[in-house]
């Protein structure tokens, strides 16, 4: 499934496309292709494309959610609720 994000929330383990921004193209050797470092994700952001295409199901799944403890679940929990609350 193709998806449209912003470079800025770009991770290691997806798998992108092309550029989705209209503007300018990603080049041959970082398009079609699972980003697989750090360096792969600022070569795009410094091309200014703003958004990309990628497909989710290429993409390596273990990359796409940050992993947090459960004591970081419960502090956004009680913040949530609370924020919630006061609304």
Known sequence: ???????TN???GMFVICS???????PPELSN???SSK?????ILKLNISEVLIDSEQSS?????PQTTYSEEI?????????????
Do not use: V, W
Not at 20 to 26: F, L, P, R, Y
Not at 39 to 43: K, L
Not at 61 to 65: A, C, D, I, M, T
């Open 1 to 7: 499934m193709l998806e449209k994000i912003k470079t």
């Open 10 to 12: 770009l991770q290691e």
């Open 20 to 26: 989705a921004s209209g503007m300018a193209s990603i």
């Open 33 to 35: 292709k699972m980003i």
């Open 39 to 43: 360096a792969d994700i600022a070569a």
């Open 61 to 65: 799944p273990q990359n796409n959610f």
């Open 75 to 87: 502090l956004f929990a009680r913040e949530a609720y609370n924020n919630a609350l006061h609304c």
